[in-house]
């Protein structure tokens, strides 16, 4: 494949936007799907969307027959149907035929993925996601690629080098795939606020200028993060009574705990909240409005669409120094503080440092709107197109370098 001249000069007409899901359904992958789509229409682009999700037949025939027979062989493994040869060698068919049928002048085909790219292409071809697989399984499951997952890999290292552009929301794993595919081109154009269209607007004030109280926590997270609840529900009871505290959790439900938290503790858990849903939107970004803190205690990575959107909402944070943020932030917050350890101790002590301090606390809830102030749509989409502009005249890409990251 090779890389394909956009002038400047040259307007871009049509984008074939490739998703696996209806990329309508504001649901899907951090919203992300929904919001580029909106922000490509509002321009006046034609937007042509294409559905790369396999047929329900062969994900259910995987997920009740072939996958449970793989989990026996490979119990620890994060190889489900979406990383197959199936899955990839249907998803490269689509996308083929989209370039096909759809493709033409100032044209331009975006795959929310970087998992699969068309074996050839008249258009440029552009791949945006968070990061590679091989990181996901390294640096967030801790653990080396089983055989099965290596595979995937190599078609994703393949995929990546086909691509005319790929873009990564995250600094670092952009760095690192360039690092590790140099005939690739990578780029970090910044992240973004997955609002919702229909979303209230932040609050006029940081919360903490207003007396009040209970102090409101926030933590946002999957069911496979509730080590972090629980680590935090541990952290509360050292709270002295002066400090008094509601903590809300979105995205955990009660039944997700082998034994719900004591009905003495002074949280309430939320379960997963839908944009889609009128009701559930509405309670989701009261519960962002109405946050003091938001406290990331996962020794996982947690949230970080969340804890952007709650920035942007005035909310101070604690997190842990993940590598990710520390490239996007900075190694100090001027918005929060990272967590020194996991521990009940250490947590207790670093909220109680932040509520001790009102005043502070307001200016740093004000300082988390601005440090996301850019992380706009708009913005993000001008960068896009500008690096569409600026790809090379007919550079030929390097054949791709299958070996193991």
Known sequence: MRAFCMSPSLLLHKVILCSDGDSRDIDLWSNIPFLLGAELERRGIQLIRVNLQAPWVLRRLWRYILGPRHKIRQWHTSFDFFRSRTNHLLTTWRLNWAVRRHGGPD?????????????????????????????????????????????????????????????????????????????????????????????????????????????????????????????????????????????DVIGIAPQDFAAAPKPCLPVRLHGYLSKAEPEQRQQYYDLLNQADLLINASSLWAGFSATVEAMHRRTAVLTAPYAEFQALFGEALAFGAYLPALTPDALAAAIGSQLHHPFRLAQQQQEAHQAVASFTWQEFVDRLLQELADLPTNQPMAAPDTSPL
Do not use: K
């Open 107 to 247: 044209t331009v085909l975006i795959n929310l993925s970087i998992s699969a790219a068309p074996t050839r292409s008249t258009i440029p071809v552009l791949l945006l996601s968070d990061w590679s697989y091989h990181h996901y399984i390294t640096e967030r499951l801790g653990r080396e690629p089983d055989r099965s997952e290596q595979g995937t890999i190599e078609r994703d290292t393949a995929a990546m080098a086909r691509a005319t552009l790929v873009v990564l929301l995250f600094p670092e794993s952009a760095a690192r795939l360039q690092r590790q595919i140099p005939s690739g081109r990578f780029r970090f154009l910044g992240h973004v606020i997955n609002d919702h269209p229909l979303a209230p607007p932040p609050p006029a004030q940081p919360p903490a200028a207003t007396a009040h109280r209970p102090w409101r926590l926030l933590f946002v997270g999957r069911s496979y993060y509730q080590h972090g609840v629980e680590l935090l529900l541990q952290a509360l009871a050292l709270l002295p009574a002066e400090l008094p505290v509601q903590l």
